[in-house]
């Protein structure tokens, strides 16, 4: 008999939907959105309404795998759950003396925005262990730096309020790509009159619906931000502020006609956006993690975010600025994970994953702990991370859902359940909302939550600490026992009832907050690898983003044919293409210095002259070993220690027959 169940989406995303999930006979045959949810309003994005495809795909792992040919061949040999953990915990326990701890390095991030499974059990297993701790930069560190910097939290408008917006830019935010439940709030808006505008050097799908779409070239976002500042001081139009005499002057310095060099907008649209976003009450901005990576990304976001201020934004009902929510969801991390539980130990950076692996020493990392994550696939420098993953003295360990890029150089591969089948508790940074989610459906052939691998694990390593054997509802007591105020009133039984509880949240998050307009210099230069920049090489004319793709999300639909198919394209502009003989359809070859792809050419006005666009997310093993992270170098933001996936310089040719 059918039965209604429900979840949580657990994906990397700022919506974080609440799903209703059919069911017969224990197993889920579609899935939709909760029509009580103020945000989900019962749809899901289309990755999510078929995500049964995935969750139920040929190829998911049901058991553990022990390696049994060369490291990236594949080929593996299933065992038994006892022998896996006995395997696992005997080469901790011998690397973890003949090296040190600090010589086991976990890695994980955003394949679960479960507090539980992404960040509880596993955090307490690895601060026991002595571990290297992991800095978590790949998508968001930047923008949170920036965010911190000026406000000193990271907070923002709620979704719900953008349709009392009348004035709303997308700004490095491809909308109905990656935050498609904050459309029905937009188009509401605009229904009311509100103007639509787009800042993005890619012409996506958001913004070809939009009243005015200005593409500047990649990275050039601070420059803008400062000239718009610029205008509105020159003019009148900002507000006068405690403590701005260091931000008028720095603004000073950016006329529109100096931005217009490196941002490629020309001088009278900047004064046009300027006096229009100041002029029009009130006024939004939803700012998107495109922004920060770039080598001036995390200063950028700084820059953009003051922009409320200058204007009053934050004091009104549908103003202000959102690029995350994710400040206010203060549970009691401490207790959920443990830090008490080892002495300090190093911190690597997971950004450099492929330096840790292949240069780092004193000690070198001799054991590598992957679960939410695909580095093989997702992080920059990818030589060299397949070269630190191929290393015959790296003992490795993946949890996952298939055998991916990574899984495929294991040595020990375990079987790890989705959001459909365990418990979790979880934040958005998107909306206000938090989440309880119980198993809607029994999890396949042996597979089992990072919960309780890492559990076990525990058990195998001898830590007989009490925390060990917390069941899943004490972690959810103890993440629950904060004295943040957001929080009171919130308990797991009232979570129980209500499946979503917004939190105390005030209707304007950011009123009353004083911005730091001094602290950091926001002083403009072009990224090293850009078209200005001063590791320009002639050699590699084209700047290449390579932006989320609309049917995949990071790597998680890798092993789906229409993921597949989106992440081999190359958009170029007809002059570009025409300059090197490249037709439509045509298969190219996408090069610099650091390696070469394969892609398949797709010819128009997706990009300007000058800029190539290809979506990233492609499992490697689909692309003759390669995706167009191969491209790009591990070099770092400004602040936050995170990647600059957007300053990438490359040239394009028709690939030989």
């Known amino acids: 008999m059918g039965e209604i169940r429900h979840s949580v989406c657990a994906l990397d995303c700022p919506d974080c ?36 495809e995935r969750e139920y795909h040929p190829h998911r792992l049901l058991h553990p795998l022990r390696r049994t040919g ?20 005997a080469r901790l326990k011998s690397i ?13 991030y955003g394949g679960t925005l479960g507090f539980l499974q992404g960040g509880s059990m596993d955090r307490r297993f690895f601060h026991r262990l002595g571990a290297s701790r992991l800095d978590r930069t790949i998508c968001a560190s930047a923008g949170g730096a920036g965010l911190m910097e000026a406000y000193g939290r990271r907070m923002g408008t709620p979704p719900e309020d953008f349709v009392h917006a009348r004035y709303i830019i997308a700004w490095g935010a491809n909308i109905l790509a990656t935050n498609v439940h904050l459309w029905p709030f937009i188009v509401e808006a605009r229904r009311r009159g ?23 070239y990649p990275g050039s976002d601070l420059a803008l931000a400062l000239a718009i500042m610029h205008v509105m001081y020159e003019e009148g139009l900002a507000r006068k502020l405690d403590g701005d005499e260091s931000l008028r002057a720095r603004a000073a310095e950016y006329p529109p006609e100096k931005a217009a060099h490196f941002t490629g907008i020309e001088a009278g649209d900047i004064r046009r956006l300027a006096r229009e976003y100041a002029a029009t009450r009130p006024a939004v901005i939803r700012l998107n993690y495109g922004v920060q990576r770039s ?47 080892g002495p300090p130990a190093r911190t690597v950076n997971m950004t450099l994953l492929g330096r840790a692996l292949t240069e780092l020493g004193n000690p070198p990392v001799r054991a590598l702990i992957v679960y939410n994550s695909n580095p093989a696939a997702i992080a920059p420098n990818q030589a060299a991370v397949r070269a630190g993953l191929e290393r015959n003295d790296l003992f490795t360990v993946v949890i996952d859902h298939f055998l991916n890029d990574t899984a495929r150089c294991a040595d020990i591969v375990l079987p790890a359940t989705t959001f459909l ?90 009123a009353g907050v004083r911005p730091d307009l001094d602290g950091g210099p926001l002083a403009y230069e072009p990224p090293e690898e850009s078209r200005l920049g001063a590791d320009f090489d002639p050699r590699y004319p084209l700047e290449l983003v390579s932006s989320k793709a609309h049917d995949g999300l990071n790597s998680s639909f890798g092993m789906l044919p229409r993921a597949q198919a989106e992440t081999s394209v190359l958009e170029i502009h007809p002059e570009d293409a025409a300059r090197r003989g490249i037709r439509d359809g045509m298969t190219v070859v996408v090069f610099n210095q650091r390696g070469a792809i394969r892609l398949t050419a ?20 689909t692309a003759a070993g390669a995706n167009v992270n191969l491209l790009i170098a591990d070099r770092l933001t400004d602040i936050g220690g995170g990647p600059t996936f957007y300053n990438c310089l490359v040239e394009v040719r028709p690939c030989e027959p």
């Not at 999930?21 to 309404?49: I, M, S, W, Y």
């Open 17 to 52: 939907c609440a799903i209703v999930v059919e069911t017969d006979n224990g197993r889920a045959t579609r899935l939709r959105g909760d029509p009580a949810h103020p945000v989900t309003q019962g749809f899901l994005c289309a990755k999510v309404a078929r995500y049964l």
């Open 70 to 89: 060369a490291k990236g061949e594949a080929r593996f040999e299933r065992i038994s759950w006892d022998e896996a953990l006995d395997a696992i915990a």
């Open 194 to 216: 509100a103007r639509f505008v787009v800042i993005d050097p890619v012409r996506t799908k958001t913004a070809a619906l939009a009243d005015w779409h200005l593409a500047p």
């Open 602 to 621: 797709r010819v128009g006005d997706f990009v300007r002259p000058g800029v190539v666009r290809a979506p990233s997310g492609r499992w490697p093993a």
């Open 295 to 341: 080598q001036r990304g995390g200063r950028a976001v700084r820059a953009i975010s003051l922009l409320p201020a200058l204007v009053g934004a934050w004091e009104e009902r549908g103003g202000g600025l959102q690029l995350t929510t994710s400040g206010a969801f203060q549970i009691n991390r401490n207790a959920l994970e443990r830090p008490d539980l």
């Open 421 to 510: 089948e365990h418990t979790d508790l979880y934040f958005a940074y998107g909306h206000y909302y938090l989440q309880l989610a119980r198993p809607a459906v029994p999890p396949p052939g042996e597979c089992r939550s990072n919960v309780e691998i890492f559990r076990l694990l525990a058990h195998r390593m001898g830590f007989g600490d009490a925390c060990f054997r917390d069941s899943e509802d004490d972690l959810l007591r103890q993440a629950l026992e904060t004295d943040s105020p957001y929080f009171e009133g919130i308990t797991l039984e009232r979570l129980e009832r209500e499946r979503f509880v917004r939190l105390n949240v005030p209707a304007l998050p950011m």
């Open 96 to 108: 973890s003396q003949q090296f040190g701890p600090e010589s086991v390095l976990p890695y994980s």
